[in-house]
């Protein structure tokens, strides 16, 4: 996928902390959830070190044209309103279905109390809405792409928006 105009500035000081950086790795540039208060919580569990995993439906990026990620991408995860945050690159990826997510993976996405009964409700509520918007039924074997991911470049605390 080709680079969004708008995150040029962004990239450019992320390539000057990770000279090797490529282009072509580029996958996408997101914002976590379905809502800004869930967007800012998710984000903020990234900066922080807490969240380094997410899920997905396999059916939300078929419906959307999103190609699966790949070990090696590169995203910019950013606030609701698109300002970049910080640089992510994808290390694992798994697809699986929902019932059969790992409590190791829940951990590793860091959110709520980290366990996988926390994980399951969350994410079934997610998913349901997700459903939803696709004209899709949830169900406990829907695929959920299970990402892991490493931050390569978050700016000063400073600099960051919000």
């Not at 996958?27 to 967007?39: I, K, P, T, V």
């Amino acid at each position: 996928m080709q680079l969004p105009t708008r995150y040029e500035a962004f990239w450019a000081i992320a390539v000057q902390a990770h000279p090797a950086l490529e282009r072509g790795r580029f996958l996408e540039a997101f914002a976590f959830g379905d809502s800004e208060a869930l967007a800012n919580e998710l984000a903020a569990l990234v900066l922080a070190g807490t969240k380094r995993a997410t899920a997905a439906l396999v059916w939300g990026n078929e419906h959307d044209g999103k190609p699966q990620p790949r070990p090696g991408d590169l995203s910019i995860v950013t606030t609701w309103q698109g300002e970049p945050l910080c640089l992510i690159e994808t290390t694992a990826v798994e697809v699986v279905p929902f019932e059969d997510v790992s409590a190791e993976f829940a951990r590793t996405e860091g959110e709520g109390d980290g366990s996988l009964a926390f994980w399951r409700r969350e994410h079934a509520a997610y998913f349901a809405r997700e459903c939803e918007r696709i004209g899709r039924t949830p169900d406990a074997r829907m695929p959920v792409v299970c990402e892991r991911f490493r931050v390569l470049y978050p700016p000063p605390a400073g600099d960051r928006p919000g």
